[in-house]
């Protein structure tokens, strides 16, 4: 298809068989990309929308990091609606479109369920926030669902993407929408091993017809090269980041980590993440429930961030636009974040049908 053209800026950096050479590589390879990219033009537009707040595990999304007993972060998934320009007009990307109602047989939320036993109604009232759906704010915005052409996700623990894209008997909500995916996230979906099944979503692609997939082998720039898909193995092995061209530099999403704060721990206040930062020189902090990849995931948080360039508001943070970035609640004490990326909005949405 003509409006992916694959990219090669990393494929080397992690040959090495000295692990901090694999760093180097990938800090000189990502100066090298932000230059190729910043010359391409900036994406028409680009939204993040919240959807919903959700209970996650503080062991996980701070791995070996976090010092108190709070048990849960909170975790609040974004929606990101970005558009491009191609030589086949305008393209309307959707980047994590969360279709959370749909969502809840995941084993992971529904044991969240389970354990709260005849609590498990309060309970969800009290630390479930939903504020958007995915239709919901397309709706806000004057988008249809037909002008919906992509759709990815940086992988898909959780998704339930047949809803969207019809199977198993159910008509396609986007009917010319088609899924961006590496192949190895896939694959990996249909079989996955009991280390991995918890945090997918049963059948959450299943009887999606192939003709709306688009498996990719390489990174990839979209259209006129504003946005890239990058490969980041790590949180799983077919892990990807979105990296837009905005006004505000390279913007990349990514749950790698969990807030900006994990790509800059040393400068972090949450309780425990500077002194372990200091402690054992780690210059991220990992999202680390299932840790398919664990070097791997190490090294791509380095590559993300070195992408994304500094976070204009304050250098010593980073440009991440996190699909899942946490934020404090009264309820999980000692768990806001330094600093937040939130809500962000740049150029003009084109009404592409009427
Ligand atoms: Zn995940």
């Known amino acids: 298809m003509s409006i992916l053209t694959p990219f090669y800026h990393f494929n080397d950096t992690r040959n090495a068989l000295r ?117 919901n704010a397309l709706q806000q915005l004057g988008l249809h669902p037909e002008d919906i052409d992509y759709i990815t996700y940086d992988h898909l623990h959780t998704q339930n993407v047949t809803r969207w894209l019809g ?4 008509a396609a909500i986007f009917p010319n929408a088609k899924l961006l995916v590496m192949r190895e996230e896939w694959e990996g979906t249909l079989s ?30 979209l259209g006129d090269g504003s946005v890239a898909i990058m490969r980041t193995k790590g949180h799983t092995e077919g892990n990807h980041s979105i990296v837009a061209h905005t006004d505000q530099g390279l913007l990349v999403t990514s749950e790698n980590g969990v807030s900006m704060d994990s790509y800059a721990p040393i400068h972090s206040k949450i309780p425990g993440l500077a002194s372990f930062a200091k402690r054992t020189q780690a210059e991220i902090i990992i999202n680390g429930n299932t ?8 090294l791509s948080m380095i590559q993300e961030k070195s992408v994304a360039g500094p976070w204009p508001k304050d250098e010593r943070f980073f440009n991440m636009a996190l699909s899942s970035e946490s934020d404090g609640y009264w309820l999980f004490p000692g768990t806001k974040p330094t600093v937040r990326m939130g809500d962000l909005e740049f150029g003009k949405l084109t009404l592409t049908t009427q």
């Open 291 to 298: 840790l398919e990849c664990g070097n791997d995931q190490y």
């Open 19 to 135: 692990p901090l050479e694999r760093i180097d590589n990938i800090r000189e390879a990502a100066k090298d990309f932000r230059k190729t990219m910043l010359a391409k033009p900036k994406v028409r537009f680009y939204k993040s929308i919240e959807l919903i707040r959700v209970p996650y595990p503080a062991k996980y999304g701070y791995l070996n990091a976090f010092a108190l007993p709070t048990p849960f972060i909170h975790l609040c998934n974004k929606l990101f609606v970005i558009q491009f320009d191609s030589n086949e007009g305008v393209k309307t990307l959707l980047v994590s479109p969360s279709d959370w109602e749909n969502q809840r047989e995941t084993p992971f939320f529904a044991q969240l369920d389970q354990s709260a036993g005849p609590f498990s109604n309060q309970m969800e009232k009290l630390i479930v926030k939903g504020t958007n759906t995915v239709l």
């Open 167 to 170: 199977g198993q008997g159910q």
């Open 192 to 221: 996955l091993l009991p280390w991995q099944n918890q945090w997918y979503c049963p059948s959450g692609i299943a009887g999606i017809d192939e003709s709306r997939v688009e498996l990719l082998d390489d990174s990839v720039f």
